[in-house]
């Protein structure tokens, strides 16, 4: 089983590029499949998740050629089923986005239910209720969502609560739907607007994408178009994190400021020494950190995607901090993980309060889900001693080439997959 060996103490240092946004990456493949067209996909980031979404595309019959790690070329016009199920698809959330493409433009889609982290609830009533009011007969049975309608047509939803997978997963179908479609109360997140302004390369009519209100009218085909995904903004906060944690001087490339204001908001606040350039980010982590309170909300607030790296950093601060959970109610798994490094996080509902420790020291410690996994990780690189993380599976599903990155800033960290591997890293780093 992989695992990452970590001796921590060092000061992360130098410059590191951020991929492509995986969450826009994994609609844009289902838009993808819309058009009869070819479509050229650029900037793709090569993780896991994006690895099931396009062997399952392939398996209903779309031709899909790998170019490189980061870029596709798809091309649907022979997609023979509407079915999309197998063991792995399961184990992704963005499996759902299928059902939004497949109906938009076949009028049916029967598609395996969403996996993902286990991060707490995660309903698809509003993805459901969305569906339904453009006209879809929607059933549940055998683990699988059937839709499907002859009579589908725009529709005016209001979304109960604020969801970026609805928000994208609506706006897909009723691309090709007939009629105009408004959606209020929608997610504004980077990557739904990136998915709005792929649509819109391939010919559909989308306006408000990263307001509150989307409105689109339908149109009767799509076209091919070549698209370049936009950087990945977790990815991107995870490193800045890394760099302050670690005391280090990081300067994070291939990003977009405006989508890291929440997160360089709260570094500067804990006393860091952010620097934004056009496309990049320079973070210098103050040798004496101060305590923050941190609320996660929807963007532009602070990311729930964050939640977990921002405690990490937070757990070597001067002082008490908050940090409260306002999207997912399980969030804190992780925090077990930390005590194990010495940390001092108290869980009270929704709400983890955080009392600074001058060091943490390394452990034994398992990744619980994606974004946990990474902060364990940059905890580890912070911490006195060696480290090891297993289930490192969840890490791999949104973070390109983790461990080579962090080794190109200095880190000594390794992915190794027998206990003969980890001794021999062990001895080379004492």
Do not use: W
Request: glycine share 8%; net charge neutral.
């Amino acid at each position: 089983m992989d695992q990452y060996i970590i001796k921590g103490g060092m000061s992360l240092a130098g410059e590191v590029v951020v991929s492509g946004a995986k969450n826009a990456a994994l609609g844009i493949l289902a838009a993808a499949i819309m058009t009869d067209e070819e479509v050229l996909i650029d900037n793709l980031p090569d993780v896991k998740d994006i690895n099931v979404m396009l062997e399952a595309i392939a398996q209903t019959g779309v031709y899909v050629d790998r170019i490189n790690r980061n870029k596709v070329k798809i091309n649907a016009s022979k997609l023979h089923s509407c079915v999309v199920d197998d063991e792995y698809i399961r184990r992704i959330r963005a499996s759902y986005y299928l059902i939004g493409a497949l109906l938009g433009k076949y009028h049916k889609a029967e598609v395996a239910l969403p996996g993902g982290c286990e991060i707490g609830a995660r309903p698809i009533d509003q993805h459901l209720k969305g569906f339904r009011a453009l006209g879809a007969d929607i059933d549940i049975s055998s683990g699988r969502i059937n839709a499907s309608s002859d009579k589908l047509k725009g529709a005016h939803i209001f979304l109960d609560i604020v969801s970026v997978g609805a928000t994208i997963n609506i706006m897909l179908a009723a691309s090709l739907i007939p009629g105009k479609t408004v959606i209020e109360n929608v997610a504004k997140e980077p990557h739904i607007v990136d998915v709005a302004n792929f649509l819109n390369s391939m010919g559909a009519d989308i306006k408000g994408a990263g307001t509150d209100v989307i409105r689109i009218n339908g149109v009767s085909k799509l076209h091919g178009t070549e698209y370049s995904i936009i950087p990945d903004q977790i990815e991107a906060g995870t490193f800045m994190c890394a760099a302050a944690i670690t005391r280090g001087d990081v300067t994070v490339k291939n990003l977009i400021p405006k989508h890291m204001e929440a997160i360089s908001a709260k570094l500067i606040e804990i006393g860091c020494e952010i620097t934004e350039f056009d496309d990049a980010i320079r973070v210098r982590g103050a040798i004496r950190q101060r305590a923050a309170n941190v609320k996660t909300l929807p963007y532009p607030g602070f990311p729930t995607d964050m939640q977990p790296q921002i405690t990490a950093v937070l757990a070597r601060a001067h002082g008490t901090s908050t940090v409260l959970e306002s999207i997912f109610e399980n969030r804190f798994r992780y925090v077990s993980e930390l005590a194990r490094m010495g940390a001092e996080i108290e869980v009270k509902g929704n709400m983890a309060v955080v009392s600074g420790v001058d060091k943490l020291v390394g452990a034994n410690l398992n990744a619980p889900d994606l974004r946990a996994g990474a902060a364990l990780v940059i905890a580890a690189l912070a911490a006195d001693g060696i480290s090891t993380i297993s289930d490192i599976k969840y890490i791999q599903r949104g973070y390109e080439h983790f461990e080579e990155k962090l080794e190109s800033l200095g880190a000594k960290i390794a992915l190794v997959d027998t206990e003969k591997a980890a001794q021999k890293f062990i001895l080379k780093v004492s």
